[in-house]
């Protein structure tokens, strides 16, 4: 590995981090897109900044580009209080015409200079490590690393100073209010360091990185807990895992880095999707399949219960006409009643089993008043195996 | 956490001061950014430079994204020659400060005298960068590439002055066929309509008038208005010939296309131009030579 190896990488967990703080409480809030927005709404601010000092290279145009990051975040905040629109509507009606304002501005006054958001932002993770800072002979480093790395370390401080604020005024805004702190305020300073954020990682590490970086580790931790510490622990850690498998997938592959780590991200959080133990794809669906089978068995116990008295019914073979269940599925649910002892199979003829028969009669009893969600907490009292 | 962190920041700083370590390799290691100026190094350096490129035939400049393999051609170059004037974007910015870690990178743009430069009209110090279709702009480039190779590597100075003045003329010669074959198109048919503004030092050097719908930057599109108003020109000038570019998508030339046809009016797609990137390699259009004279004779025949 060498130097710039190391600070591709180095730089790209710090975007990270620095994305997965904000990403989880926007991703919480249902406010996903704002980042997207930014990386668009921007333009303006540097189209002005440009016409202002004529030179692409001047702070001033990132300065604005901020300035203009933060104006999005104050109109969409703005527009959806007026509650005539959602969220993601205000957001959608915000940065499209600021975009075209930039747009506008470029075609009218500037149409024959190179002016664009890739002019002014580098947004290449590749060449981090040659934009460096040098102080008279001392080499101090890539420049990203000292922008993302400030504020990385204000966004901690931040999160850490006001993370009850931002947790309570996150999940209950009434209760927010009335503790004493304004969630406007709160959610103001929030959105200030996403636009922040967003317009420093998108000059280090571009666009949809940046994008990426702020949804994907959230979301897919999203997935794995409730609790908002191991959340932002969890995005941390995903995010952290995409930008260095994300930078060697790139390094075997010689393709695009921010590109590699974008797909590692994505993969992550389908594998998590898939293989999540309790909003997983697949445990959802085993889940699904479990509750099936036993509202079959429920309904066979049913049946045994109601004819009690007559053996002809309650025959074996007489299960696959009589209740029209195929003889696997018959097989399966028999088996499920035996293992759980709920039936005596005796000569070919099933019959309830004490435990068998309270557990029908309970059931029944909260059938008909309605309290089906009660029958779930009696299937842990009364199960040894799950369907 | 804030100690990993800590301790990530300050292994970044340790790590960056042993940067640079480069191989000792006796070839000269040169990188170019676009593909004309890779071709002229091509040229000059012949097997005793090792040349690397960055971006592939048909990349938009503007629109060239790294991949990880770039990072080391660039840590390990002696020399990078990249063409400068803001048509790398913000990579020009990153070349001016790689000088100040001991990589040597040289704008060629700068061979150039600034009277010479087409600037913007609004902005001072702001020039278009599409320098190299003008043959003795290139012959000023390629001399100036010359000095500077012979600068990094004295030991092969007669090579280099052999393959620069042997390509110096096989500019010459493809200068005096140019001319000779615009010569054969009368002075009012040489309007030249094209997708962006990237043939403007064309125009200037061969006497043709240059539209482009886009503006220079890639990143705008023509206006509804640009598009009538051009149609209007073309019809009143009698433009037979509209011209597609190989960077740039042909959408908004065939939009324009429509435009003249609504007005009862012909013009045809007179062919793909070259302008910010040459043909594929194993082409004739792969070099600078054979991708100038196929623009000349693409417009030449369609114009004529």
Known sequence: MNSAQIEIQLIASLVAIACAIPGTFLVLRKMALITDAISHSILPGIVIGFFITHDLSSPLLILLATASGVLTVVLVEF???????????????????????????ISKNAS????????????????????????????????????????????????????????????DKGLAASLGFSPAIIHYGLMTVSSVTTVGAFDAVGAILVIALMIAPAATAYLLTQDLKKMLLLATLFGITGAILGYWSAHLLDA????????????????????????GLISVLYRQKQQQKEVLLLTFLLHLHNHSDEEEERKVAHLNDHINWQKVKSRTVLSLALKNNMITIDNQI?????????????????????????????????????? | MKNTIALLFLSALLFS???????????????????????????????????????????????????????????????????????????????????????????????IEKSELIGSDYFASNYDPHIWFSVSNWKKVTEFTTKKLIEHDPKNKSLYQKNSETYIKKLDQLQQSLIAKIETLPKEKRILVTAHD?????????????????GLSTATEAGVKDVQKLATFIIEQEVKAIFVESSVPKRTIEALEEAVKS????????????????GNPDTNEGNYLGMFAYNVDTIINALQ
């Open chain 1, 79 to 105: 527009i959806q209080k007026t509650g005539l629109v959602k969220e993601d509507t205000a957001i959608g009606l915000v940065f499209p015409a600021l975009f075209s304002i930039g747009i506008i501005l």
């Open chain 1, 256 to 279: 695009s880095i921010s590109g590699s780590i974008t797909t590692v991200l994505g993969i992550v959080f389908l594998l998590v999707y898939l293989f999540a133990k309790n909003k």
């Open chain 1, 112 to 171: 024959d200079v190179h002016l664009d958001i890739d002019a002014v932002l580098l947004g290449e993770l590749a060449f981090a490590p040659f934009d460096r800072i040098t102080v008279g002979t001392t080499d101090l480093g890539p420049k990203s690393l000292w922008i993302i790395g400030s504020i990385l370390i204000t966004t901690l401080l931040l999160l850490i100073a006001f993370f009850k604020e931002l947790k309570v005024s996150t999940f």
């Open chain 2, 17 to 111: 001061c042993n940067s640079n370590q480069k191989t000792e390799n006796e070839k000269l290691q040169v990188v170019a950014t676009t593909t004309m100026i890779a071709d002229l190094l091509h040229n000059l350096g012949g097997d005793s430079i090792e040349l690397q490129g960055l971006m592939g035939a048909g990349v938009d400049p503007h629109l060239y994204k790294a991949s990880e393999g770039d990072v080391s051609k660039l840590l390990n170059a002696d020399l990078i020659f990249y063409n400068g004037l803001h048509l790398e974007g913000k990579l020009v910015d990153v070349f001016e400060k790689m000088e100040s870690q001991g990589i040597k990178t040289i704008a060629v743009g700068e061979s």
């Open chain 2, 263 to 278: 007005k009862n009016h012909s013009v045809t797609i007179g062919g793909t131009l070259y302008s910010d990137a040459l």
């Open chain 1, 350 to 387: 099933i019959a309830l089993t004490d435990k068998g028969k309270t557990f029908t009669e309970e059931a029944i009893n909260y059938i008909i008043t309605n309290k089906d969600t009660e029958i779930e907490k009696m299937k842990d009292r009364f199960f040894l195996f799950r369907g």
């Open chain 2, 198 to 214: 990237a043939f403007s030092y064309f125009g200037k050097a061969y006497g043709f008038q240059v539209v482009g719908l886009q």
